[in-house]
């Protein structure tokens, strides 16, 4: 039951529209020399630090800038092998089709479940160094039974937003065979899969003949959430395509990517803004040499949208969301604000999570300092590791 005050925090952005004395210009809720105290692992209390209140213990941050933990809503982490040749091959002109799937799927199934833990610690571990405090992990490259349930079975060692992908790609030895995969992820392995998945997802895309048709995907989300799992959705990532409508049609989350969206995709997305978060995930663009989205003309359209990582072998094998932020502000034209935002409270939503995301009393105590007086430094300073999410203070109950 020890309480922590941390104090000398030169610049504080809680995301709190709430807070008191707070400048909430930009929607940051942003307090100069503040202090935040911390109880078993909870915010207890947020303000001015001189009129910070007694606790047993007490932490300077030195004059550093203190933001809330990033929250990453979409991330691959389990998966085993190297495609950094397939990584080379696109940015001397390979277009990215989504069959290097099958690569992962075949070293992620030789590996051994200690092998995998061990390379899903070491990711989370290096997402953390750099400021992210929640991590939705998905499964996808073990797309058997036996395979996905392990894969979300480890996940759930390291968090609780853990996704059920297998239907990730229909996987090789069922090739010609497309209706009896569905079948199977449907039937038997979603039955060994949701024991461990808060989430169920699918690729819906019709420019990959690996992914599913916008009819398959809807049988899957819909088998999903009769065994009571929430739904996210990848969509719209390689073309124009029904991911978005299905996703808003059936109250996803989530849809992920977006990268290609029509006028109505993005009228769609605006009406469903209370339910359905639009991610968007440019280390994919970057590492696909893709297009960026506009997301401040998502913003200005009145969508609800998140950042995150996707870190995952194929398109996008980094953890880093400073790296996401700094893209998210020079290629989608986002303000700084704004894109701190979507990597907080904006994946929080995309999560339905209320208790992360913004820095107010009652939430978890997921703090990330910044070596440097304020935050815009995230972006002034891209590239240069000066996020790190503090160490948990308490009991977080995890
Ligand atoms: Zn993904």
Redesign the pocket.
Known sequence: MTSTVFTGIAELVTGDPLLEGADHSEHLGLLKDAAVVVQDGLIAWVGPGAAAPPADERQDVGGRAVVPGFVDS???LVFAGDRSQEFSARMTGTRYDAGGIATSVGATRGATDDELRTLVAARVAEMRAQGTTTVEI?S?YGLSVRDEARSLRIAAEFTSETTF?GA?VVPPEFAGRRAEYVALVTGEMLTACAPFARWI?V?CEPHSSQAFTEEEAKVVLSAGRDVGLGLRV?GNQLGHGPGVRLAVELGAASV??CTFLSAEDVEQLAGASETTVATL?PG?EFSTRSPYPNARHLLDAGVSIALAS?C?PG?CYSSSIPFVLALAVREMSLTPAQALLAATAGSAKSLRRNDIGMICAGNRADLTVLDAPTYLHLFYRAGVPIACALDPVGDHGR
Do not use: A, P, Q, R
């Open positions: 979409h991330s691959h998905k996808g992908l990730h997802d690729f990848h992920d990517h995930l994919v996707d995952n398109t």
